[in-house]
């Protein structure tokens, strides 16, 4: 099976601009969730999707959203960038049967915010 | 606040010894465990788990030990291979309503030496 396949892999942006990050899951899969990776605060969870549904959320502000599509491929949108957005964004997979399953997670993608 | 806390950001050992990694979490509804190996701007890739169930977990040459009474969990590696060096992540997951939400530790450098 494919891995869980994020784009672009790299992207800079400038301040107020917005941005749009694309996951596809691993086949079978039906639950995608996004994690923001900094130096400063590590690896933090975002929000998790689950059969086009927004099933569970982190603290993020609303100018971070995202949703799912009927194919289980995920979208994540950051309006209005901020400097302290820049990060790694890291998608990852489930089969979404509930917690405690392993996630996996796709290799990210790389936000400069200029 | 900090729920689960790798207190040491770096270990080094020698090829062929036994890296001991530690993690230690505040949250008692925690009850399923994670390590992740990371490499850099690549996504984290999963090792092992373990449920609160059970106080050890093996899979080759990684084994996880928790200690709940402590809210402790260890990942050993034996024996150590220089492959092995990357940064290891602890992760928790606790209750039906955190699907997809993990929650990390800050990471440990492991280097292992030729």
């Known amino acids: 099976k494919a891995g869980v396949t994020q784009t672009p892999r790299y992207l800079i942006k400038t301040r107020g601009q917005q941005v749009t990050l694309s996951c596809s899951p691993i086949s079978g899969h039906r639950s995608v969730s996004w994690y923001q990776q900094t130096p400063g605060q590590g690896l933090q969870f975002l929000f998790e999707?689950?059969?086009?549904?927004?099933?569970n959320k982190g603290n993020f502000p609303g100018r971070f959203s995202g949703r799912q599509f009927s194919n289980s491929r995920s979208e994540m949108n950051v309006s209005t960038l901020e400097l302290g957005d820049s990060a790694l964004y890291l998608c990852?997979?489930?089969?979404?049967?509930?917690?405690?399953?392993?996630?996996?997670f796709g290799s990210g993608t790389q936000l400069s915010v200029l | 606040d900090q729920q689960v806390k790798q207190n040491s950001p770096s270990l080094s050992v020698q090829e062929g010894r036994i890296s001991i990694l530690n993690c230690d979490y505040t949250n008692s509804m925690f009850d399923y465990f994670l390590w992740y190996k990371k490499y850099p701007a690549e996504g984290p890739t999963f090792l092992i788990s373990?449920?609160?169930?059970?106080d050890k977990n093996e899979d080759g040459r990684f084994t996880v030990f928790l200690n709940k009474s402590a809210k402790h969990l260890s990942l050993h590696i034996v024996p150590s291979q220089p492959g092995d060096s990357a940064v290891y992540f602890c992760a928790a997951n606790g209750g039906s309503s955190n699907t997809g939400k993990l929650i990390f530790g800050q990471g440990t450098t492991l280097q292992v030496k030729p």
């Open positions: 373990i449920s609160s169930i059970k």
């Open positions: 999707y689950f059969s086009e549904t927004q099933r």
């Open positions: 990852a997979s489930s089969d979404g049967e509930g917690y405690g399953e392993k996630l996996f």
